[in-house]
């Protein structure tokens, strides 16, 4: 095995089946995703004397489910045992196992499922997209990137939505800070709106433990700017949830995707750093005349890697050409360019005039 080979085996150790013990009645369980960039999801199992609870779900595919079942198994469970799902947002890969299980077992025989309340437009929105009613706000979002290209060669690839079956309510809706008691251990709910509208992570002040969902990724950048009810200004949530973060006692990181960290607040301030240095970059792609969110995005490089647009798959541009509105749209509330939408619905954006020194 080559050194390049070795270091990505590593990097992606984390995601190798099996329920790992966190202390304090913890489990870690990596679920399967069907993604070549990623590989899996942490669902954390809540137990206790009394019973268990999950963080997450996973993603409503046969691997998945039976992943969990191996691992509830070696910890002495089953499906049916699960008392809540506490979602942390409404995306496949955290939402719809839950909602598969619920429907296979009988609500009298499965876990209630908990999303926050800010997830209500996007699953009305996502269940339109399913059902062919909501593909207008789809490309109306590319229209103002410039990007329709992208839309045209994501029809052609033949892909199709989720079905709407996988966007059922949830039994629960939670708000912003919620007390959540879980038998021997109580968690508030916060909402950290940014990558999805309504995401909310969990906090155990008891034990230092944050339950972050994708708010706060160790080894990667969450998505930000395309979800199906879109926000324009996601990134300025975003900023204003990981500096929210920051206001709590430091704690141990549960995330989403990749190994739990010692520090949430170190994670922060490297994400933080990130999108002004990338904001910096998006401001500079701008000053040679590119108007538009797609000329924008071409123009500059993507995941650690370095990686040119042109070399991204379909669904990495799509995803980058809305990171790049994203941070647009904040330079934007900072004053640093202007913005005109034009008679097509385009965006285009432009350096601020310079105001006037005082006299």
């Not at 912003?176 to 940014?194: C, F, M, N, Q, Y």
């Not at 300025?236 to 739990?260: F, Q, T």
């Not at 005349?289 to 541009?317: K, N, P």
């Amino acid at each position: 095995m080559s050194d390049a080979d070795r270091s990505d085996a590593d990097r992606h150790a984390w995601a190798a089946p099996g329920a790992e013990d966190l202390g304090g009645g913890v489990h870690r369980i990596p679920l399967p995703l069907p993604m070549a960039g990623l590989r899996a999801v942490n669902v954390y199992a809540l137990t206790d004397e009394h019973g268990i609870d999950l963080i997450d779900s996973g993603m409503g595919i046969t691997h998945a489910r039976e992943r969990l079942t191996d691992a509830l198994a070696e910890l002495g469970y089953e499906l049916g045992d699960v008392g809540n799902y506490f979602i942390t947002h409404a995306h496949r890969d955290h939402y719809t196992l839950a909602v598969e299980l619920r429907r296979s077992l009988g609500r009298a025989n499965s876990g209630r499922i908990a999303l926050g309340a800010g997830e209500q437009a996007n699953l009305v929105a996502a269940r339109a997209l399913a059902e062919g009613d909501g593909a207008g706000g789809f490309v109306a979002d590319l229209q103002r990137m410039g990007a329709l290209e992208i839309a045209e060669r994501l029809g052609a690839s033949g892909g199709h939505p989720p079905g709407a079956e996988e966007w059922e309510d949830p039994d629960r809706w939670i708000e912003d800070g919620t007390e959540l008691d879980v038998r021997s251990r109580k968690l508030r709910a916060i909402h950290t709106p940014g990558h999805t509208r309504g995401h909310l992570v969990f906090h155990d002040a008891t034990s230092g433990v944050l339950f972050a969902g994708d708010h706060i990724l160790p080894h990667i950048t969450p998505t930000i700017g395309f979800e199906p009810a879109s926000n324009r200004m996601a990134l300025r949530d975003y900023m204003d949830s990981l500096r929210l973060i920051l206001e709590l006692p430091d704690a141990r990181l549960l995330p989403a995707h990749g190994p739990v960290q010692e520090s949430a607040h170190k994670r922060v301030d490297e994400l933080l750093a990130h999108h002004e240095t990338r904001l910096e970059e998006i401001l500079e792609a701008v000053r040679p005349g590119r108007s538009t969110a797609y000329e924008v995005a071409q123009a500059i490089r993507w995941t650690r890697r370095q990686q040119r647009y042109a070399d991204l798959e379909l669904i990495s541009q799509l995803l980058a050409a809305g990171e790049t509105a994203a941070h647009l749209e904040v330079l934007v509330v900072r004053g640093e360019l202007t913005r005109q939408t034009d008679a097509d619905g385009i965006d285009h954006y432009e350096l601020a005039r310079m105001r006037a020194e005082p006299a």
